[in-house]
């Protein structure tokens, strides 16, 4: 009750300077409209609008940076702090703020909700998540993933699910077990019924997307590089003929499956009364890679990891013949509208290494809250050898 009487009643304050900024809106409403055509004050509508919002952001971030500054600044003696204070990291709204904001500017001012929501992509003003693994620090050395070895596709990462912000709730109760998530594979067997999307949402303790598909970006940053030899000499130091590369997996949670105690797979239990997460990953069934039954094993199946890239999911490949680690960072967007066929997307291909399948933003367009979205890396031939030492998944969503 405390933690809601607290929310309500910043609320109110930040309500009261929307409804001052409503009265300031009407006035400017009244003042264009003779002036300007009606598109002509739509536009200036939206970016008072933006304005607005930036100011609601600027609300969250101001004191900090200011109170910042004044434990900085030098005593009236002259002699300065021993210090100097640590800068503000960017800010990242949560989804409560977003919900804050919409409030301001549907209730306060007034703006149809459509246009919030337009504003808002604008902006970018989205929920997020980030989950990353450095192996340098982890298992003090690199990733390597050889291609003439029977694991020359392994799991490099896998994504918080869609509209979840830590694996953790408010009360720090485990959704999903954290040591085994990032990086066990899921269980090579088929989806047989998904979750409603009432199930995630109930796990929550804060607002979830209203979108039945609500990403609107994924951000993909991996630091890697290949064995730094080999290869067609013209293709050296370019995209082209690089046998290292990384795609995209996705993966679902089976409503039909629970975990019991005897279950090891998700490292979880410590004794036979412990409690299963709601989100184990042995209820992980993947999308992608696609299944295919194993070769002389009636009833039993594997991932299908063809020989070469899949250009629908390929998320770049390693310049070929170059071993210095490099940092690549690969943004797929649900605006990405670029046909695979085009000039623009064989450009992409060259200049960045990047399938041209992931260049009309499908797969970001497609995702549902609860999926989640992992990493692969590939490679192919003797002496091609996959070097990585870190990766990072970002995703944003529309609240």
């Known amino acids: 009750m ?40 739509l536009y200036m509508l939206l970016y008072l609008a933006i304005f607005i919002l930036s100011f609601t952001i600027m609300t969250n971030i101001l004191p900090r ?23 503000d990291a960017s800010f990242s709204p949560t989804p409560i703020d977003i919900v804050v904001a919409r409030i301001m500017l549907t209730r306060g001012v007034k703006l149809p909700p459509d246009v919030v929501d337009m504003i808002f992509d604008h902006a970018e003003y989205w929920a997020h998540s980030s989950n990353e693994f450095n192996f340098k620090a982890e298992i003090q050395d690199q990733l390597r993933v050889v291609g ?28 999903a077990e954290v040591l085994a998530w990032d990086r066990n594979e899921a269980k090579p067997v088929p989806l047989d019924k998904e979750h409603e999307p009432d199930y995630f949402k109930k796990l929550l303790k804060y607002p979830t997307p209203k979108l039945i598909r609500p990403v609107r970006k994924v951000v993909f940053s991996i630091r890697s590089a290949d064995q730094g030899w080999g290869g067609e000499r013209g293709n050296r130091g370019t995209y082209q003929g690089s046998w290292t590369w990384f795609e995209a997996g996705l993966e679902r949670f089976d409503a039909d499956v629970t975990c019991d105690p005897q279950c090891t797979y998700d490292v979880r239990y410590k004794s036979a009364s412990s409690k299963a ?75 960045e290494g990047r399938g041209r399948g992931t260049l009309d933003g499908s797969f970001v367009r497609d995702l549902k809250l609860g999926d989640v979205i992992t990493i692969w890396a590939k490679s192919r031939f003797n002496g091609w050898v996959n070097h990585i030492e870190s990766a990072q998944i970002d995703v944003y969503w529309a609240v």
């Open 277 to 351: 997460s709601p989100l184990p990953v042995c209820g992980l069934r993947a999308i992608h890679p696609k299944l295919e039954p194993v070769p002389n094993q009636r009833g039993k199946l594997q991932f299908k990891h063809p020989l070469s890239h899949n250009p629908d999911l390929e998320i770049y490949r390693n310049k070929t013949a170059t071993r210095e680690q490099r940092d690549t960072v690969v943004t797929w967007s649900y605006l990405d509208d670029i046909r695979s066929d085009s000039d623009a997307a064989e450009q992409i291909d060259m200049n």
């Open 2 to 41: 405390q933690r809601a009487s607290s929310f309500t009643a910043t609320t109110c304050c930040r309500m009261n300077k929307a409804i001052y900024t409503s009265d300031l809106l009407q006035l400017f409403i009244r003042c264009v409209r003779p002036a300007y055509s009606p598109q002509t004050a």
């Open 65 to 87: 940076s200011v109170f910042n500054s004044i434990r900085g600044m030098p005593p009236q003696g002259g002699a300065r702090p021993p210090a100097p204070a640590k800068k």
């Open 148 to 175: 003439n070895s029977p694991d020359n596709n392994k799991l490099v990462l896998r994504a918080y699910p869609v509209g979840l912000t830590e694996l953790t709730d408010e009360d720090d109760k485990e959704l």
